[in-house]
């Protein structure tokens, strides 16, 4: 079997959702560590009075792309290429010099583009991740260099049952019909119709995911070499190519306290998608590699949190590296009571959310935070039913995929899953969130922590002075001890009168 780098050299990479979260470090790690790679070429949504070079400036100004600047200063330039589609049309909205280009050159495909959106209509979400998987097949299918297809999927898409393995499940409608049916279908029809159709599994995400494995499976098997790799719940690189590396805000906001989510590091779910696209595209067993193979890039539990050990060990790291410009001090639990946890979200998070946007108001200032706090709502309706269960995800074939290694390469492309420190990797998720998503700077660290200190002394306050009130109400407002008094008064003078 050849080493990864020497099936990667010389082969042209088609990919879909390049300018995803999972998309933008799977470009990365492609051109560092196979910089002997022809071309990539990314399916990217045209933009108007942006150039394609423009694009790719945006794409890769990040710090993500520092160290492949640094070892490779003319990969991006030489090596990424942009094509102009989207993956909701026929065709991919490919023009047809565009189709004949990847026709001709392209070996290896890596489909991604997906709406990961919990509350997409359905017919946006049978568009793009079914219906654009099956655009995706067609256009590979004419390929004439293609060696291997990877469709990456989710491990969330049979959640009906408890434990997902490293298999094709019963499809739970047919992908052809309802591609059909949303293509023909008033949108407001298919939204009384959607909680019916899409069945047991909880929103349209899931479900036209689970029907685009069925798809590939339906298209690939027997005629090229296929597989589907599942990751969880994809989250900050641990270290490579830099730690704690993330570009969006996503995660739960409503947590129980014992569950423990299957969490997996973005680097080391593409290094999960490299090393499945050159197993199957090498294995030499002809009846099994026109087999479509599944597998979980997960945890497992190998390395994790409960929701509660993650969020009292993310109080701590605050201290560590606080935010610059707080409203207030951070606090908060888990609770398994809804009620309570309704009445703590009125009082904790409204009441002071229509206070400050009250102020706002008079100061003549935009109120933003009521607005904040109903997306946080619907965002919480949206995955309330991944953070009330636990599922488990085998993941014993993807682990295998490490094996195969050359013994050379696996430190650049394994998963090195026995050396994770879990309090080192979420520390670096916090500390590094704060750096990449609101751009702060290190060096005010000091002041921030100053801050930090005056809004806790004032949180106390407001918290004992709050607790003076209640009780000057009950007790001398409402009268409650005279009103205690008088009925234990009442009741001795009955029981010894």
Known sequence: ????????????????????????????????????????????????????????????????????????????????????????????GLSEEDQNLLIENVSIIFHGAASVRFDDPLKHAVLLNTRGTREVLNLALKMKKLKVFLHISTTYCNVDKPEVNEQL????????????????????????????????????????????????????????????????????????????????????????????????????????????????????????????SFYNCSNNGLYTMSMEELIEFGKQIFWEAPLSNILWYPGGGVTGCKYWNYIRVIFLHLLPAVIVDNILKLLSIKPLLVKIQRRIYIANLAIRHFIMYQWSFPNYKCLTLEEKLMPEEAEEFGYDRHNVDVYDYFRNCIIYGRRYLLKEDDSNIDKAKKNLYRMYILDRIVRALFILFLIWFFVYKLEIFSYLGEKMQSIYDYIFE
């Open 169 to 292: 499940y019963p499809p739970h409608a047919d992908w052809k019909k309802t591609i059909e049916i949303v293509e023909n279908v008033d949108e407001h029809v298919l939204a009384v119709l959607t909680a019916k159709y899409i069945d047991v599994l909880p929103n349209t995400y899931t479900f036209t995911k689970s029907l685009a494995e069925h798809c590939v499976y339906d298209m690939c098997e027997g005629k090229i070499p296929a597989c589907v790799c599942r990751p969880s719940i994809v989250i900050s690189s641990r270290w490579d190519p830099v730690p704690g590396w993330i570009d969006n805000f996503n995660g739960p906001v409503g947590l129980l306290p014992k569950l423990k989510p299957d969490y997996v590091s973005v680097d080391t779910a593409v290094r999960a998608l490299l090393l499945a696209a050159w197993n199957k595209a090498t294995n030499k067993a002809e009846e099994e590699k026109y087999d479509v």
């Open 1 to 92: 079997m050849e080493s990864i780098k020497e099936f990667y050299a010389n082969q042209s990479i088609f990919i879909t959702g390049g300018t995803g979260f999972i998309g933008k470090v799977l470009i990365e790690k492609l051109l560092r560590s196979c910089p002997k790679l022809d071309k990539i070429y990314v399916l990217i949504k045209g933009k108007r009075g942006k150039t394609p070079e423009e694009r790719i400036q945006a794409i890769t100004s990040t710090a993500l792309f520092e160290k492949l600047k640094k070892q490779y200063p003319n990969a991006i330039k030489d090596k990424l290429k942009l094509v102009l589609g989207d993956a909701t049309e026929l065709n991919l």
